[in-house]
């Protein structure tokens, strides 16, 4: 199982990112996938969820209206729409297959 981010970077507050994960090692369409994210400092916080199909999402609070979840099974790719960001969104920003497999993270930071 591979799962590698990309997309981060530095932005200003009210900017948008786009978010990747390219997926390998496992049939991605079998799994639901998720995001968390980790700033300095601070606990592991969940950040959003998508179902196997794509047809069912969910998100913390915390960036609910502003972030989005997609996912193109063609392409074993994951995705995270990161718009108005915030100076608390700055993070390390994880794909999540399950507990035991993570990304590397991508950094975002927002400033």
């Known amino acids: 199982v591979q799962l590698v981010e990309s997309g981060g970077g530095l932005v200003q507050p009210g900017g948008s990112l786009r978010l990747s994960c390219a997926a390998s090692?496992?049939?991605?369409?079998?799994?639901?996938e998720g995001w968390l994210r980790q700033a300095p400092g601070k606990i592991v916080e969940w950040v959003s969820a998508?179902?196997?199909?794509?047809?069912?999402?969910s998100y913390a609070d915390s960036v609910k209206g502003r972030f989005t979840i997609s996912r193109d099974n063609a392409k074993n790719t994951l995705y995270l729409q990161l718009n108005n960001l915030k100076t608390e969104d700055t993070a390390t920003y994880y794909c999540?297959?399950?507990?035991?497999?993570w990304g590397q993270g991508t950094q975002v930071t927002v400033s």
């Open positions: 999540v297959r399950d507990i035991a497999h």
């Open positions: 090692g496992f049939t991605f369409s079998s799994y639901a």
């Open positions: 998508i179902n196997s199909g794509g047809s069912s999402t």
